[in-house]
């Protein structure tokens, strides 16, 4: 695994090759741009190919998940938090072995790290770089700017008049306090919502009500000024599925790339955040494949967020269920991987003991969600094994010798 200089000396190679095929990006982009509207408005076709389910997922050795992914120049990591690795030393133990990377699940929201206008408490952050450092692993910082996990004193505090000033200090403290020790930041997430009607796509936040659609480039902007060795990351979910809402998602999100990209605003990889919905909504690698390359073709790297699996529609008996997690699992990252402008996979936790899912989408029978590459005994699941299988398969970035 390179150390952070050498994925942080990425941002300037990545700058210079975003600026050089701007320009033709933009136009080949529009193009794409009109078919793909002609496309999201037009009936889907039927998508009645079932997922062939399979139930082997040998892996050859033992070798942990971020060795797997760093043999191929990919790294790999997931979520967690301070009351997960600070008082689990277990889990903190299988953390540091399978991932190269950590992002903290809640710590950097606004709520968590601000208990009034005034206060930053970095506390808990403070433990999970050191853990970080201690381990050899790198650090991500999400989010910096979202709509959600606001402490209750924003609402009562940020108005039209103080917005710009607000969303300033908060990336120039919280980026400024990392700054040069941050692998990549989440500056904005989930800024898009093309359903809500806006001509642009946009979301409509506090965000957006305060300061208009140029809040998302006066972000970057300033994480730009504040930590420039760092990725500037833009992160969005519900890109994955080939369903007209996600289409109607995909293209909102390539309009806003576009815009970015022309006014030359600082963002160099988008995080696809990969939650993924086994039985529930229909594949087809075909259409995450074209999807990638898109972004690719603005010069943009890509990086897997936040991959997980809802298993609430899938059947009871635990080995059938954990089947169809890692089909899905190794079905999308076959196809991810295999654009080579994907740097990365980071899993939404790592460990069915701690998962968010359990709580917002938990099963009907009751029964406890297994949505990730380890069970709550720590122990490595098919979802695990499909993880390091599609690392295995990857084509490789580590340019011959
Ligand atoms: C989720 C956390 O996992 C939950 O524990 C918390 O209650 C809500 O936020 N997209 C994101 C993440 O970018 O920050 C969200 O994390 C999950 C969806």
Redesign the pocket.
């Known amino acids: 695994m390179r150390n952070n200089r050498g994925l942080l000396g990425r941002r300037s190679f990545l700058i210079g090759l975003g600026a050089g095929v701007t320009g033709l990006a933009v136009a080949v982009g529009a193009h794409q741009l009109q078919a793909r509207q002609k496309k999201a408005t037009s009936k889907p076709e039927p998508t009645d190919t079932p997922v062939q389910v399979r139930d082997n997922f040998q892996v050859t050795g033992d070798a942990p998940l971020k060795e797997r992914a760093a043999a191929k120049g990919l790294f790999f990591g997931a979520?967690s938090g301070f009351g997960q690795l600070s008082k689990d030393e277990a889990f903190a133990t299988e953390f540091a072995r399978e991932s190269a990377v950590l992002v903290a699940?809640?710590d950097m929201?606004w709520k968590n790290l601000r208990p009034d206008p005034e206060t930053f408490n970095f506390k808990r952050l403070d433990w999970l770089y050191d853990f970080t450092q201690r381990q050899k692993m790198l650090f991500r910082g999400?989010?910096l700017i979202?709509h959600?996990?606001m402490p209750e004193w924003f609402e009562e505090t940020v108005t039209e008049k103080n917005a710009e000033a607000v969303l300033t200090e908060h990336i120039q403290r919280v980026a400024g306090y990392y700054a040069g020790k941050v692998h990549s930041w989440?500056v904005v997430?989930?800024a898009i919502m093309p359903s809500q009607g806006r001509q642009d796509g946009l979301r409509k936040t506090p965000w957006l009500k305060f300061l208009g659609a140029d809040y998302i480039d006066l972000a970057f902007r300033v994480a730009a000024e504040t930590d420039p060795k760092a990725l500037l990351v833009y992160?969005e979910?519900r890109l994955d599925y080939d369903t007209p809402e996600m289409e109607q998602r995909r293209t909102g999100l390539l309009k806003l790339l576009e815009r970015l990209k022309s006014k030359g605003t600082p963002v160099q990889v988008l995080g696809v955040?990969g939650?993924l919905f086994p039985g529930e909504l229909p594949f087809k690698p075909e259409v995450l494949r074209k999807f990638l390359a898109e972004v690719a073709a603005m010069g943009l790297k890509i990086m897997i967020t936040?991959m997980d699996a809802t298993d609430r529609n899938l059947p009871g008996d635990v080995v059938q269920r954990d089947n169809m997690v890692a089909t899905a699992y190794e079905d999308y990252l076959s196809a991810a991987l295999d654009e080579p402008a994907v740097m990365g996979v980071m899993t939404?936790?790592l460990s069915d003991r701690y998962t968010?899912i359990a709580?917002?989408r938990p099963r009907d029978d009751g029964e406890p969600v297994r949505p990730l590459p380890l069970d709550k005994d720590l122990n490595r699941k098919r979802a695990w094994q499909a993880i390091a299988r599609a690392f295995d398969s990857a084509p490789s970035r580590i340019p011959p010798s």
């Open positions: 979520a699940e809640s929201k999400h989010p979202w959600k996990s989440d997430n989930e992160n979910n955040q939650h936040e939404w936790g968010w709580g917002f």
